[in-house]
């Protein structure tokens, strides 16, 4: 058998550093891109706030319900759950049957948690 070194040299690190100089620079231009190009005339109806063609009633800063962060909470704990599931199927075939009853168990914990979630009224908008 081969014995494989996984070394790395700086010359390695260079492609992502021209990556993430192109990303920053376009970041860059285009901030003073539009800066410099955009229109510049401020009126009373442009510095208005604008809602969607909605009259603006009220105060802005009134708080949020905390069901609005819970279900942005649940979204996110789900989202990682696909996160975690993409790798598992890729590899189904090479995990077997254990990584089989890994998955069941991660899933069976987040369901139980989402079963508890709705229990509880977390989703309920009322």
Known sequence: MESVTLES??????PILIQLG??????????IGTHLIGPKVRTENKL?????GVEVIGNARQPFSVKYFMA?????????EVIFMYPWAVNFREMGMDGLWKMGIFLGIVILGLVYE??????DWD
Not at 9 to 14: G, L, N, Q, S, W
Not at 48 to 52: D, K, R, V
Request: glycine share 8%; aromatic share 14%; charged share 15%.
């Open 9 to 14: 040299t700086p010359v390695d690190y260079i």
């Open 22 to 31: 192109v990303a920053v620079a376009f970041g860059v231009l285009t901030i």
């Open 48 to 52: 208005g706030a604008f809602e969607s």
């Open 72 to 80: 942005a909470i649940l979204f996110v704990v789900f989202d990682v």
């Open 118 to 123: 709705v229990k509880r009224g977390a989703l």
